[in-house]
């Protein structure tokens, strides 16, 4: 006995796809087909097969039980069909109802065998041999036509069984093509109508039923009967008893066939169909514990409308009542997997709530963490981007050109008036370039503290000194920039008045802007 709580996440590949291909056309709970796959073998087949048609059972009961159940197949026979007159009750626990076996038909179109590589590589010689010889034959018929005519005289006699195989001229079709032939066939010898015909083969309809707990009426006509007509015009289609098989109260589903057809036949050998017009009602079997498919009524004949009605009225009430139960049954089962899939699928909205809450937590801690990082990072580049300038202007002002003599006469007099507003007035030599003027007000500071001034301080590694101000004569205005060409005479003149005029980037500007 499979354990009920196996786990399905520990099913193989092959096992779970079995699973899905099971439960998809049985819509059983997977919890309940796990065992009945396991008793297959895992096999989707024999699975299926067992779930429609019912597990077998121990041979030594099946075999003694086989015997009495001719008897119980004519008694009920007799009962549904109205021949007895016992007032026992048609709802009696102890009827037993003939089975009803789940038919899948092959067409012989689709029956091919293929020969083994040895014999098709041994009759190979005997083929090219044959075809040959048919060719020669047929090439002396056409020449004398009278010698075909006689050899089909000759033969008659022995193709006359073969002939027979298909006297109908029905091509074999498919399950689905079979049934809306049917459907059109009718239509064409019988003109409009209201039956619900199910366009579908007789296992489909078969499987709706047992699914959906419904019945399935099942008619089988032979165009070659006498009474097929008048039972199709005078009681098939009854306005009464179309209204009967329409009524959704009844739970009908209504299939039929021509026993000139493969599936059809296949189907009143099995159902032991012996008269024609024949009619069966089959539901699924309310005693029974494997899903089996019960006969509760056979209509054999022609029958008049309202007789064909209370016998499927009779059919039904034998079986409602277990039947409502089962349908009761199904649907509590079906409502506590529908609230079980739907608590199943809360949570798994409340768990990928929660995982999404967490990550979002998760990337703001790390957005924080790596913007203290960056602040950081930011404060430790400030502090040397200071420690830097500062080194850089005590190693410059060691490299400034003292001022001249007051005797030197080639000499040029700048006024600069500082960001402070303070004025300074200094001499510069005449061929001293315009950036000595820039490094004197870069280094304006240090030239003029306490400190004494280190000569043999190097320059900062990895360095690279901005100015961040310009030189600006006011009247007329001219910046004059730090890497112009030429000296401070040549660009300036033997005397200047500047201004010092600081350079604000854009960073500098955002700073300002947020304070």
């Not at 018929?141 to 029905?170: D, E, K, M, V």
């Not at 409602?320 to 079980?340: F, G, M, T, V």
């Not at 001249?404 to 040029?412: F, L, Y």
């Not at 001034?453 to 190097?458: A, G, R």
Request: glycine residues 4%; negative net charge.
């Amino acid at each position: 006995m499979a354990d009920s709580s196996l786990d399905i996440g520990q099913l193989t590949e092959d096992q779970r796809i079995a699973l899905q291909q099971f439960t998809a056309v049985t819509d059983q709970d997977p919890a309940a087909a796990v065992p009945l796959l396991q008793r297959s073998q895992w096999n989707v087949q024999i699975a299926i097969a067992r779930f429609f048609d019912g597990e077998p059972s121990d041979p030594v009961a099946e075999a003694s039980s086989s015997i009495p159940r001719p008897q119980d197949q004519r008694r009920q026979e007799t009962l549904l069909n109205g021949f007895s007159t016992s007032p026992r009750s048609p709802t009696s626990s102890s009827r037993r109802f003939e089975s009803a076996p789940r038919i899948v038909p092959q067409s012989e179109s689709q029956v091919t065998s293929q020969t083994p590589l040895l014999l098709a590589i041994l009759f190979t010689p005997f083929n090219l041999a044959y075809s040959l010889l048919s060719k020669y034959f047929r090439f002396i018929g056409y020449l004398f036509p009278i010698l075909p005519r006689a050899w089909t005289r000759l033969t008659a006699g022995t193709t006359t069984q073969a002939q027979r195989r298909n006297t109908s001229g029905r091509r074999p079709l498919n399950p689905r093509d079979t049934a809306a032939r049917f459907i059109r066939e009718f239509e064409e010898e019988y003109g409009n109508h209201e039956l619900p015909f199910l366009e579908n083969g007789y296992a489909q309809a078969f499987d709706l039923a047992k699914k959906d707990l419904k019945f399935l009426l099942v008619v089988l006509v032979s165009p070659e009967h006498d009474d097929t007509s008048s039972f199709i015009r005078d009681t098939l289609l009854a306005t009464e008893v179309v209204d009967f098989i329409k009524n959704p109260e009844n739970s009908i589903i209504f299939w039929a066939g021509n026993v000139q057809d493969s599936e059809a036949y296949q189907v009143s050998a099995a159902l032991n169909c012996t008269k024609f017009p024949f009619a069966s009602l089959i539901v699924h079997s309310p005693q029974s514990t494997s899903n089996s498919m019960d006969m509760v009524t056979r209509i054999t004949g022609p029958t008049p409308p309202e007789q064909f009605i209370s016998k499927l009225q009779q059919g039904i009430q034998q079986v409602q009542e277990p039947l409502n139960r089962i349908r009761a049954q199904r649907a509590e089962l079906q409502a506590s997997r529908n609230l079980r899939e739907a608590q199943n699928s809360a949570y798994e909205r409340s768990l990928a709530q929660d995982r999404e809450r967490a990550r979002l937590k998760r990337e703001a801690e790390e957005q924080k963490a790596r913007e203290e990082k960056e602040a950081i990072e930011r404060e430790e580049a400030k502090e040397r981007e200071v420690q830097n300038l500062e080194q850089w202007r005590k190693w410059r002002a060691a490299s400034i050109v003292d001022e001249p003599d007051p005797q030197e006469k080639d000499v040029v007099r700048i006024s600069l008036r500082m960001p402070s507003g303070d004025r300074v007035i200094r001499k510069f030599a005449s061929d001293a370039p315009v950036e000595e003027l820039y490094a004197f007000v870069e280094c304006y500071d240090v030239l003029h503290s306490d400190e004494p001034i280190v000569e043999k301080l190097s320059k900062p590694e990895g360095f690279q000194h901005e100015y961040k101000f310009r030189l600006v004569s006011p009247m007329p205005r001219e910046v004059y920039e730090v890497d112009a060409s030429g000296s401070i005479k040549d660009r300036i003149g033997r005397t200047g008045n500047l201004i010092v005029e600081r350079v604000v980037d854009e960073e500098d500007e955002d700073d300002e802007d947020d304070v």
